[in-house]
């Protein structure tokens, strides 16, 4: 089992930026794919950025060129740079992970950006 732990949400104002961690417990040693996905009010879950085992990253193209996503296998820890925030960055972020599917799921760190 693995339990994923996010932090680093908080309030911005709108061109700011902030830094998002996903700490992982547990039998972590077969997650390949890593990734962050958000929710704003009201609508779906959407993916936001995912690591790939080969290296290769996806960005939804509403981030792209504002998030980085890394990963530290030593640490077993995830982070998603943002950078330029908008409002409508607004959402619960949460950090997934899995061997080829997202299997586990941290509950979630809310980011709020203001205009």
């Known amino acids: 089992q693995v339990q994923l732990r996010e932090s680093g949400g908080g309030s911005v104002q709108a061109g700011g930026s902030l830094t998002l961690s996903c700490a992982a417990t547990?039998?972590?040693?077969?997650?390949?794919?890593v990734g962050w996905y958000r929710q704003a009010p009201g609508k779906e879950r959407e993916i936001v950025a995912r690591?790939?085992?080969?290296?290769?990253?996806n960005y939804a193209d509403s981030v792209k060129g504002r998030f980085t996503i890394s990963r530290d296998k030593t640490k077993d820890t995830q982070a998603l740079q943002m950078n330029a925030l908008k409002p409508e960055d607004t959402g619960v972020y949460y950090c997934?992970?899995?061997?080829?599917?997202?299997?586990?799921w941290g509950k979630g760190t809310l980011v709020t950006v203001s205009a």
């Open positions: 690591l790939n085992r080969d290296g290769t990253t």
């Open positions: 547990g039998f972590t040693w077969n997650m390949n794919v």
């Open positions: 997934a992970a899995g061997q080829t599917v997202m299997d586990y």
